[in-house]
């Protein structure tokens, strides 16, 4: 069972804009700004896309962006495009394991 | 560009002990810069962080872990292990290293599936 709650999937159209939520407690997503996410290919290293809620890695594109409301984190993918099919995580240090990871979801491009 | 690779065993017995290496390119692993780490996924589950380790040597682990983990770096190879004892058949996992600071993970290897079975 995973620290963190993720839809198992979600899917858009190409141009479309969809949203993965991440929902914890006051104890890890709630009560610290160290939420990250990562896209993973399956077969391929995991890559991160933004750290502390919203900061995105230098080369990420800016079609990715991150938020926080109360116990939950969001994950925003604007102009959808094929190659960003793939697995998303989330994770947020915990004050009771350090890091905790969400289950993970798979966006479809329609 | 820091570049990881795990290698180990892609089969160890139950109560036998997982041992995987990874290998780190493209940057000093005792530069001081990154905390390395160990994450694995059970098949068809999400992440599980299982802990890290700092050039200096000194480690955190998953509270779930903790009593069966080791965690060691080798600065002269490059390189940082991950030693679990007693497997079963629940260690069954993509286990993958990484590097990045204590809560956030900037490099990932490509991960090495490991099945506990007899």
């Known amino acids: 069972q995973s620290a963190l709650t993720q839809p198992a999937s979600v899917s858009g159209s190409p141009g479309q804009s969809i949203t993965i939520s991440c929902t914890g407690t006051?104890?890890?997503?709630?009560?610290?700004?160290?939420v990250s996410w990562y896209q993973h290919h399956p077969g391929k290293a995991p890559k991160l896309m933004i750290y502390?809620?919203?900061n995105r890695p230098s080369g990420v594109s800016n079609r990715f962006s991150g938020s926080k409301s109360g116990n939950t984190a969001s994950l925003t993918i604007s102009g959808l495009q094929a190659e960003d099919e793939a697995d998303y995580y989330c994770?947020?240090?915990?004050?009771?394991?350090?890091?905790?990871f969400g289950g993970g979801t798979k966006l479809t491009v329609l | 560009q820091v570049q990881l690779q795990e290698s180990g065993p892609g089969l160890v017995k139950p109560s036998q002990t997982l041992s995987l290496t990874c290998t780190v390119s493209?940057?000093?692993?005792?530069?001081?810069?990154?905390?390395w780490s160990w994450i694995r996924q059970h098949p068809g589950k999400g992440l599980e962080w299982i802990g890290y380790?700092?050039?200096?040597?000194?480690?955190y682990y998953n509270p779930s872990l903790k009593s069966r983990v080791t965690i060691s770096v080798d600065t002269s190879k490059n390189q940082f292990s991950l030693k679990l004892s007693s497997v079963t058949a629940a260690d069954t996992a993509v286990y993958y290293c990484?590097?990045?600071?204590?809560?956030?993970?900037?490099?990932w290897g490509q991960g090495t599936l490991v099945t506990v079975s007899s």
């Open positions: 990484a590097g990045g600071d204590t809560v956030t993970f900037n490099y």
């Open positions: 493209g940057d000093s692993i005792s530069s001081g810069f990154y905390y």
């Open positions: 380790i700092y050039s200096s040597g000194s480690t």
């Open positions: 006051s104890s890890d997503v709630g009560g610290y700004n160290y």
């Open positions: 502390e809620v919203s």
């Open positions: 994770s947020s240090y915990t004050s009771s394991t350090t890091l905790g």
